[in-house]
């Protein structure tokens, strides 16, 4: 059920008080003797002074520089690390609960938007140093709603960038529109970008034609075009234009050897069984793979893997991290739709966990050789879908990524740099650099060192305002 912001916000004043040290973004503030982390140069630098004034970085300069410290609330930092704000490329911020009811005497499938669970999202995502967003797939007035929120200060949240609903062959409402037609594919992506649409997300349902469609009719609008791709091979699509791919799941039989494709398609049960039977027939160093290599070469698509999403599914049969930071930090009532019925893993026996498992070091294998390819590698998480909780699970994504074998430094431009350029912000967020945006991430420990240390967070600073760890936990509602 959709709940309006400002009747939320009217009826919850936990939600419209800012945290304790939100600070006016007019004053200066100086962040002091903090080693600034470099990831595309692989080295911390010595103690830097940074100043900021209202929204921006205005000063980065050598620790105690006078220039820096003049009339500024001074945060002493010595012996800490200060990285840009986090972003997370797959998060459906506004996504309520997958519902299924009747309507006119057939059962319909439903996800519609709800801005209580919005705000918590945007709360959660700040308090781990998530500080933008792209939603590849939401109701655009939802995100509308929220925009003006935040612009209005009303809120504590990421900055979003949103698709609307996903375009496929067949409706589900709150979250796919169906387009079947070259002319309804023109109309509805015209009917997006009007709402405010910003990317244009595509489904795995479309035809190779409408795919294409899709793409020159977000193209016409100025618009990039993502897509969650299945029938289609991905260095099809990139062929055809598509700017971004989402989800480690290429799953389509065009790329599978001749052999492995015949016993694949004899045997495969289809939905989410495909999420690991397909990877039994994939050599991710095969001519297949070194195809799917080669076009993220050469195209340089943005992508983002979401590991953590189907990883989360493959050890859902156990009382996993994931499940313990559902029931931390996802909204109740997301929490209990994936325990009662709605997960990535319907209907699978013990046996298919084993499977699915077993089956991982190719998916790894497969993150590695295409992050160091010269794509735009982004990171996304998939929140909001199950066991998928708000900005934890950005970390869960990097370690993965890690534990694949992706350098670490790699990782942390992929979380920061690399989206910020994808997004067509890349001269204003993403780096710790004068005249950028104040959205930063101050660690306890460099993560250069060990992913991990993402997760050791001091302070975030969002929009110039310096929260400390009282203000984080006051985020997380702890």
């Not at 003797?33 to 470099?38: A, K």
């Not at 972003?87 to 997958?98: K, N, R, V, Y």
């Not at 990171?379 to 998928?388: E, F, H, R, Y």
Request: glycine share 8%; with cysteine; aromatic share 6%.
């Amino acid at each position: 059920m959709r709940r309006p912001i400002l009747a939320t916000l009217l009826f919850s004043s936990t939600l419209l008080a800012a945290p304790a040290d939100a600070r006016p973004a007019g004053n200066a503030l100086a962040l002091d003797n903090v080693h600034i982390i470099e990831a595309e140069h692989e080295h911390v630098t010595a103690p830097k002074c940074v100043r900021v004034e209202g929204r921006r970085l205005v000063r980065v300069a050598n620790a105690g520089d006078k220039a820096c410290l003049r009339d500024a609330r001074l945060i002493d930092l010595h012996g800490r690390y200060l990285m840009p704000g986090l972003i997370d490329m797959h998060a459906h911020l506004t996504l309520g609960p997958m519902e299924i009811k009747r309507e006119r005497g057939r059962m319909v499938m439903q996800a519609q938007a709800d801005d209580d669970i919005a705000i918590h999202n945007a709360r959660r995502l700040v308090a781990f140093g998530v500080t933008t967003l792209r939603n590849p797939g939401g109701d655009l007035p939802a995100a509308a709603r929220y925009k003006a929120a935040i612009a209005r200060g009303e809120l504590v949240g990421p900055e979003a960038f949103d698709a609307g609903p996903v375009i496929n062959n067949a409706d589900l409402p709150g979250l796919a529109i169906a387009a079947r037609t070259t002319q309804e594919m023109e109309r509805v992506v015209e009917a997006q970008v009007e709402a405010g649409a910003d990317w244009i997300k595509l489904y795995t349902g479309l035809s190779p034609d409408l795919l294409k469609a899709g793409i020159d009719a977000a193209h016409s609008h100025g618009r990039p075009a993502v897509a969650h791709l299945e029938g289609i091979a991905w260095p099809d699509a990139l062929e055809l234009g598509l700017d971004g791919i989402v989800h480690l799941m290429p799953l389509s039989p065009d790329l599978l050897a001749v052999e492995q494709r015949a016993a694949w398609q004899g045997t495969a049960r289809g939905g989410t069984y495909s999420f690991f039977e397909w990877w039994e027939h994939f050599d991710p160093d095969g001519p297949e793979a070194n195809r799917v290599v080669a076009a993220f070469q050469r195209h340089r698509p943005v992508f983002d893997a979401t590991l953590v999403a189907f990883h989360a599914a493959f050890v859902q049969d156990q009382d996993s991290a994931y499940k313990a930071d559902a029931r931390d930090h996802a909204h109740p009532r997301l929490l209990a739709n994936w325990n009662d019925w709605f997960t990535f893993a319907i209907g699978w026996q013990p046996e298919d966990f084993v499977r699915a498992r077993a089956i991982w070091p190719k998916v790894q294998r497969m993150a590695v050789r295409l992050h160091a390819t010269d794509a735009r590698m982004t990171l996304g998480t998939d929140m909001s879908n199950p066991w998928i909780a708000p900005g934890i699970s950005l970390h869960r994504e990097m370690q993965l990524l890690a534990d694949a074998g992706v350098p670490v430094p790699r990782i942390l431009l992929a979380a920061t740099r690399n989206p910020a350029e994808a997004l067509g912000a890349g001269k204003r967020l993403g780096r710790v650099v004068a005249g950028y945006e104040a959205d930063l991430l101050v660690l306890d420990a460099n993560p250069l060192d060990d992913i991990g240390h993402t997760r050791d967070i001091h302070a975030v600073v969002l929009d110039g305002r310096f929260l400390d760890q009282e203000a984080l936990d006051q985020l997380k509602g702890e």
